[in-house]
């Protein structure tokens, strides 16, 4: 079975910095271009950004950019979310995401979600 | 950035009836569109990708129309697993976005 499992939130202060993980099982993990996603209650859903199967692309929204930092290793089937400068609006679960392999940047498997909570 | 509008925001059904749900895009997005259902507590999850294509395992009853600014999310007969958040979602061009969302609930 597919499986993501997201890692590493928490309560930081704003300014302050974390790096969530996601560890992926059952299917080819380098096969597969990847993304972050966070939900809030106030903001609904929110893509973050987004990493091709070799790294070489990489995107982000616009409120994370300069800030947040995607990278992947394949060889240990592991996508990476360096956030820094967190913001109180950066609250929310933060998701990592896989892409469907027919039909690009929509998210066929989520991870169950990680909870990152920005407050002084 | 392409915006998407997502109506009613609210859609107050009981089970068996039928659900539509309406996503309008500020642009052309010809059928790079997907929905998505979120309940409580839980990762959203893949119904309708590309339009109108159903993704795996997920019951006819779902279906999914349209194309270029207007979309629509059609569930035929409501099950008490229906009663969540749906979300439209674009992939026509960087960044990908979603739609506020449509909360279906037990009328």
């Known amino acids: 079975d597919v499986q993501l499992v997201e890692s590493g939130g928490g309560l930081v202060q704003p300014g302050g910095s974390l790096r969530l993980s996601c560890v992926a099982s059952g299917f080819i993990f380098s096969s597969y271009e990847m993304n972050w996603v966070r939900h809030s209650p106030g903001k609904g859903l929110e893509w973050i950004s987004y990493?091709?199967?070799?790294?070489?692309?990489?995107y982000y929204a616009d409120l994370v950019k300069g800030r947040f930092f995607i990278s992947r290793d394949n060889a240990k089937n592991s996508l990476y979310l360096q956030m820094n400068s967190l913001r109180d609006e950066d609250t929310a679960i933060y998701y990592c995401?896989?892409?469907?392999?027919?039909?690009?940047?929509?998210?066929?498997?989520w991870g169950q979600g990680i909870l990152v909570t920005v407050s002084s | 950035e392409i915006v998407l509008t997502q109506s009613p925001a609210t859609l107050s059904l009981s089970p068996g009836e039928r659900a539509t749900l309406s996503c309008r895009a500020s642009?052309?997005?010809?059928?790079?569109l997907a929905w998505y259902q979120q309940r409580p507590g839980q990762a959203p999850r893949l119904l309708i990708y590309d339009a109108f294509n159903r993704a795996a395992g997920i019951p006819a009853r779902f279906s999914g129309s349209g194309s270029g600014t207007d979309f629509t999310l059609t569930i035929s007969s409501l099950e008490p697993d229906d009663f969540a958040i749906y979300y439209c979602q674009q992939r026509k061009s960087w960044p990908v976005t979603f739609g506020p969302g449509t909360t279906v609930d037990i009328k």
């Open positions: 990493i091709s199967t070799s790294g070489d692309r990489i």
């Open positions: 642009q052309s997005i010809s059928s790079f």
């Open positions: 995401a896989r892409d469907t392999m027919s039909a690009g940047v929509h998210f066929d498997f």
